[in-house]
T-cell receptor
Framework: DAGITQSPRYKITETGRQVTLMCHQT?????MFWYRQDLGHGLRLIYY???????DKGEVPDGYVVSRSKTENFPLTLESATRSQTSVYFC???????????FGQGTRLTVV | EDQVTQSPEALRLQEGESSSLNCSYT??????LFWYRQDPGKGPEFLFT???AGEEKEKERLKATLTKKESFLHITAPKPEDSATYLC????????????FGAGTRLFVKA
């Protein structure tokens, strides 16, 4: 199906483990983003990418790693998960600057 | 520092009772202001983009307006299906094309 999909939808992991959240879009959008959403904070940008092999930090990048070897995929890795990384993670894409973003359904991550 | 503040945090309306949501922003060189709707357990869904003060956009019962300091989302004669969280976001200032989101307004419309 066309669109932007995230996997898994739900994930429980233990403190210290590495976990990767997947994001795939079928529009060939240049820009892709990772946000986390927490009560009282709204959506905060973790990392973004303007094109394949081009990534940059957002507002809250510590503890996260991204890569973008193909335009359509933008995985987010938590190298050593901490309880403070318990959150809902959203991936988004957009066609160009200053335009709307299209969001995935989110991944609810719980770190125990 | 670039900032987006939404008010109120929550709003309860009766069906048909019109009201407005506020989004105040502090950013130099606004490139775009966005409104999104988010339903529980789902990702935000795009509603409007506004680019310059004085601009207005409408969609069904929703109308978005923009000034140099704030944006309003007016809801006319809301229905229960309008219940959702409404998010405001801006691009511009020191963030370039990175988008800064407000915390949102949770709207409840009772039949």
């Amino acid at each position: 199906d066309a669109g932007i999909t995230q996997s898994p939808r739900y994930k429980i992991t233990e403190t210290g483990r590495q976990v990767t959240l997947m994001c795939h879009q079928t529009w060939s959008h240049s820009y892709m983003f990772w946000y986390r959403q927490d009560l009282g904070h709204g959506l905060r940008l973790i990392y973004y990418s303007a094109a394949a092999d081009i990534t940059d930090k957002g507002e809250v990048p510590d503890g996260y790693v991204v890569s973008r070897s193909k335009t359509e995929n933008f995985p987010l890795t938590l190298e050593s998960a901490t309880r403070s990384q318990t959150s809902v993670y959203f991936c988004a894409s957009s066609n160009k600057e200053n335009t709307e973003a299209f969001f995935g359904q989110g991944t609810r991550l719980t770190v125990v | 520092e670039d900032q987006v503040t939404q008010s109120p945090e929550a709003l309860r309306l009766q069906e048909g009772e019109s009201s407005s949501l506020n989004c105040s922003y502090t950013v130099s060189g606004l490139r775009g202001l966005f409104w999104y709707r988010q339903d529980p357990g789902k990702g935000p869904e795009f509603l409007f983009t506004l680019y310059s003060a004085g601009e207005e956009k409408e969609k069904e019962r929703l109308k978005a307006t923009l000034t140099k300091k704030e944006s309003f989302l007016h809801i006319t004669a809301p229905k229960p299906e309008d219940s959702a969280t409404y998010l405001c976001a801006v691009q511009g200032g020191t963030g370039g094309f990175k988008t800064i989101f407000g915390a949102g307004t949770r709207l409840f419309v009772k039949a």
